[in-house]
């Protein structure tokens, strides 16, 4: 991969797993120290990200991480479980014994990490293989869908939804519910039923929708 594939994937993950606070300024000159690399492969890197919706940027002003917001929220957990639930759907429908197969595994590893933090006082070293756990399996649940298209807008809708929520969820407060519904989620894919699946999906993420879960 070419360093401007690096810088931007590095900065990618840490803006959506807390790595820059909400709001702080992403300073080309700061980055392009410590990448070891030149302004212009910061910038374009910058820019891409930006153009997914994980930067801000402002002519004389440079860019900056979003801050938080109630709506922004709202309006992304609706459009994911939109494209979760039509994904998930037609992987039922498309995908058959190898993305069932693939999707028990995934979740065998979430459930396996969640209980983990449910058991832990402090389980801080486990936020990164949640955060990549988590992301797994949702992916998965749409993998089979068929369309390049719909996998593409639910990533960049997930990571925006994901840079949302990088502070709150670290407290893992929702940790147990997340196991119960992880379960039922896998659960009614493989018992081949699209509606309950779909229903599943959104009780998971409804708590979402008023937007307050990020001050919870």
């Known amino acids: 991969m070419t360093a401007e594939v690096d810088i931007y994937q590095d900065l990618k993950m840490r803006l959506i797993s807390n790595g820059f606070e ?7 000159e700061d980055l392009r120290k410590e990448y070891k ?13 930006a153009a997914v919706g ?39 429908q498309n995908g058959g014994v ?17 209980r983990r933090i449910r058991d832990k006082d402090d389980p801080s070293d486990l936020i990164d293989i949640w955060f990549a756990a988590e992301k797994e399996f949702h992916e998965t649940l749409i993998s089979a869908c068929g369309s ?5 807008m639910h990533g960049r809708v997930y990571a925006q939804f994901r840079q949302q929520l990088m502070v709150a969820d670290r407290r893992f407060e929702f940790i147990s519910m997340n196991i119960e519904h992880h379960a039922n989620i896998l659960e009614a894919a493989l018992s081949g039923d699209p509606k309950l699946t779909q229903q599943k999906i959104h009780d998971h993420l409804k708590r979402h929708l008023t937007g307050e879960t990020l001050d919870a």
């Open 22 to 28: 909400h709001g702080a300024k992403l300073r080309a």
């Open 148 to 152: 390049e298209t719909l996998k593409q």
């Open 98 to 114: 190898d993305w069932e197969a693939r999707l028990t595994a995934a979740h065998h590893k979430l459930s396996h990490i969640e």
């Open 37 to 49: 690399c030149s302004a212009s492969s910061v910038r374009e890197a910058l820019f891409r990200l």
């Open 54 to 92: 994980l930067a801000d940027f402002q002519e004389q002003r440079g860019f900056r991480v979003p801050q938080r917001a109630p709506q922004k929220l709202t309006e992304l957990t609706h459009v994911r479980i939109l494209l979760e639930a039509e994904g998930t759907a037609l992987s039922i």
